[in-house]
């Protein structure tokens, strides 16, 4: 089966094919980055608009580099949220027509489930069942993954995501966005003790709730932030100390966490995606911490960490394998919990 997918959520223009017999042909992948700069953060009508003039170029470059013609694709698979909705009804709508001209079946996919499923895309894929640890702009999560659609929050913020304290902090500091990378850099040369900033809802574990002591909160660390930086003149020194600060307490608390997720869970696994986890620090913490516990924990890629259409192209794949079709109609849901997501066995 050879699918199209379609990813257009945020501000990630992202099409590849994947065929079961052969992996990924081929993806492309448009960042609006540059775009969104000078407002330090994604303007929705602006990602609309771009995904719309960069969709089908993309599609025939992707198309073309693979060798292959409508006649040839399966399936078509787009992201349906959550996201943003008028970005992700570019996606939908074009995914959809595109079904219907070339007469295959489409399927709209969880933005999380594609990130999720990611680390498959890999020489070395995970099995399940496994733990994951999904972090992003606008997500973070621990999940108890049993299947293919069988999702648990184990998890998960209360307040800010932990890619949004990135992006929040990396303004603080006048170093631009997106936050993830430019806080990486300022933080190689800095100092990361010299700043004891907080690391939330990690001095003790809970008994009780939906989540014992697995939620996430980000909002505190952020202000933190704040009082740092109020009264002082941002010298390269400063800020690079207190970017090294804010990453080692980003990471201690997905660290933390992640050792009670598994504890809880009894998980042999750990899948950790999303553009978070891209982040080099963190990945040698959380091999650290594998090695540690004799559990095995696998990433992504480093371009298939943050959005792109390989994931959804895969996502799309089996799911579309398992029976799974759209309607004639479609849509978007800006917000939607990966534990609604129909199983496949």
């Known amino acids: 089966m050879r699918v199209l997918g379609i990813e257009t959520s945020c501000d990630d223009t992202g099409v590849a094919l994947y065929d079961s017999g052969q992996g990924l042909l081929a993806h492309r992948l448009f960042s609006q ?3 969104h700069l000078d407002y330090g953060g994604v303007v929705p009508e602006l990602a609309s608009r771009d995904h719309i003039r960069k969709a089908l170029p993309l599609i025939r470059t992707v198309m073309a580099e693979a060798g292959t013609h409508p006649a040839d694709v399966d399936g078509i698979a787009f ?30 996919i969880h933005h999380m489930e594609g990130h999720l499923l990611s680390p498959m895309l890999e020489p070395d894929p995970p ?17 108890d993954v049993q299947a293919l659609g069988d999702y648990r929050i184990l998890g998960e913020s209360v307040d800010d995501a932990v890619g949004e304290a990135f992006d929040k902090t990396a303004k603080l500091l006048g170093l631009g966005y997106p936050g993830g990378p430019a806080i990486a850099q300022a933080a190689r040369t800095g100092n990361p003790d010299r700043f004891k900033f907080p690391r939330p809802m990690t001095d003790r574990r809970k008994t009780h709730g939906a989540h014992p002591g697995l939620d996430f ?40 966490k992640c050792e009670w ?9 750990l899948v950790v995606a999303g553009g978070v986890s891209a982040n080099l620090k963190l990945r040698e913490r959380l091999r650290g911490l594998a090695e540690k516990l004799g559990v095995r924990v696998y990433f992504p890629r480093g371009e298939f960490s943050t ?14 394998a398992a029976g799974q079709r759209e309607p004639l109609t479609f849509g978007a ?7 609604e997501l129909s199983t496949v066995k």
């Not at 996606?91 to 001209?101: E, K, Q, T, V």
């Not at 099995?127 to 999940?143: M, N, Q």
């Open 79 to 108: 992201t349906t949220g959550p996201g943003l909705a008028g970005a992700l009804l570019v996606g939908a709508a074009l995914g959809r027509s595109l079904a219907y001209a070339w007469n295959v079946p489409c399927v709209g």
């Open 127 to 143: 099995a399940f069942p496994f733990t994951a640890l999904l972090v992003s702009g606008g997500h973070t999560l621990l999940a």
């Open 333 to 339: 849901r800006a917000r939607w919990r990966i534990e």
């Open 307 to 320: 959005d792109n259409g390989a994931m959804i192209a895969y996502a799309g794949y089996l799911r579309l």
């Open 261 to 269: 997720a598994l504890e809880q869970s009894g998980a042999r696994r």
């Open 33 to 35: 980055t540059e775009l």
């Open 217 to 256: 909160s980000f909002s505190g660390l952020k202000t933190a932030v704040v009082t740092a930086v109020q009264n002082q003149p941002l010298t390269p020194e400063l800020i690079a100390d207190i970017a090294a600060s804010f990453e080692q307490a980003a990471v201690d608390v997905l660290a933390i």
